[in-house]
């Protein structure tokens, strides 16, 4: 019987033609794939930085009583739109207008005091005339008592005049010469007086007097009191944070309420210390807020990098010395600016989460600014309407009080 050979298949017949096909489509596909993202990091995602820890600032303005008082009405709540200048709280205005009145009739008191120093000036000077008059009769009386002595004095020696008439001429004369000192001492102290007065009037007015103005500005401190009783909103905006309650004492200082105007709105991202080796002010930023999702994409300019890493200002920063000092990435909060249309058409709120994508591509800006601001940031013009009628207070005060011809 014969043994059938067993025949051992070749090597190329072993090998699996699908499968070698199959492994070097992958390894193509990866490798197309890897040139892809290579080429895609190179021309287009380093153009670019992104962070999603990025968060919606603005300006919160707090509504705080210039001087104490109790409250009376609270004219606006959380929500509310308030415009520049309006009323949100109104305190009890007693106390002001008792000082006020104070101050008003301090104010004429004063007039009339310094109204009496410039006439002072006319009394004083016709003294000085009676006293001159005086030392000149005095000096007339001496004049005609030295003669009146000498006559008797030659007389004396042929007897005609007797000693007792002698010492009576002599007496005279000293009685005129004593009448002329006290003259002259009159006559100097009605001088002095004279221009100790003149110095609390010369060269100004009644209405420039520092004692009238002195009392003037008082009664521009109580009016502007009375004016402060009510409390206006410094900006447009909307309420926020109402703590103000009806009945309240409050203090000057004390916080009432915020105001967040709509249109003074930013966004601060916080990108890892990495991402900022290529950001620059003036680079163009895309936005987009968790608010609205994607389909609603603000467009924002770079206007400013922090100084500083948020842990370095915190309230405990962080000791990196210690000695189980662990190694965190930073990040520094970079300012961009928004544009008023997009707010105005898809408004933002403080605190919202945005997510921020920077175009580094553009470095002709500068990391860090260095110029100072030309203009103020945020500002008003509401208080400057206060002290308005102060002044036409104080000018019928003082009419009234001042001589008439």
């Known amino acids: 019987m014969t043994t059938p050979e067993v025949q051992t298949p070749s090597p190329r017949a072993a090998g699996n033609p699908a499968r070698k096909k199959i492994l070097l489509t992958l390894t193509g596909i990866v490798v197309v794939v890897g040139l892809a993202w290579t080429a895609y990091e190179w021309l287009v995602a380093s153009h670019y930085e992104s962070t999603d820890n990025a968060y919606v600032q603005g300006n919160v303005i707090q509504i705080t009583p210039q001087i104490g008082g109790t409250v009376l009405a609270i004219l606006a709540d959380d929500t509310d739109y308030v415009k520049a200048g309006q009323a949100l709280v109104r305190l009890d205005p007693t106390d002001a207008t008792v000082a006020l009145d104070q101050a008003r009739a301090n104010l004429a008191q004063v007039v009339r005091q310094v109204r009496t ?59 005129g010469k004593s009448a002329l000192a006290a003259a002259q001492a009159a006559l100097a102290v009605a001088r002095e007086q004279l221009v100790s007065n003149q110095a609390m009037t010369d060269g ?30 410094p900006v ?39 991402q900022l080796r290529n950001i620059r002010i003036g680079q163009s930023v895309n936005l987009t807020a968790d608010l609205y999702g994607k389909k609603v994409e603000y467009k924002g300019t770079v206007a400013g990098l922090g100084m500083g890493t948020g842990s370095a200002f915190s309230l405990l920063p962080a000791q990196n010395a210690t000695g189980n000092w662990i190694k965190v990435v930073q990040r520094v ?69 001042l001589a008439h011809k």
């Open 117 to 175: 120093i410039y006439a002072n000036n006319g009394s004083l000077g016709a003294q000085i005339t009676l006293r001159e008059s005086d030392v000149a009769k005095a000096q007339v009386e001496i004049a005609r008592a030295t003669d009146d002595l000498n006559r008797r004095q030659s007389l004396v020696k042929n007897g005609a005049v007797s000693k007792e008439d002698l010492n009576h001429a002599q007496t005279q004369l000293a009685n």
């Open 204 to 233: 100004i007015s009644v209405e420039r007097h520092p004692s009238v103005l002195a009392a003037a500005a008082k009664v521009r401190e109580a009016w502007l009191a009375t004016q402060r009783m009510s409390l206006p909103a």
């Open 236 to 274: 447009e905006g909307y309420v926020a944070r109402r703590s103000v309650q009806l009945g309240q004492r409050v203090a000057a200082g004390t916080p009432l309420m915020s105001i967040v105007p709509m249109k003074q709105m930013w966004v601060d991202a916080n990108f890892k210390e990495v």
């Open 333 to 401: 909060p970079v300012r961009v600016t928004l544009d008023a249309a997009e707010l105005a058409k898809n408004p933002l709120r403080v605190g919202l989460s945005m997510e921020a994508t920077v175009d580094v591509s553009q470095q002709g800006g500068k990391a860090l600014a260095d110029a100072p601001r030309e203009a103020a940031l945020v500002q008003t013009t509401v208080y400057e309407a206060l002290g308005n009628g102060a002044d036409e207070e104080v000018r019928k005060i003082i009419a009234a009080n």
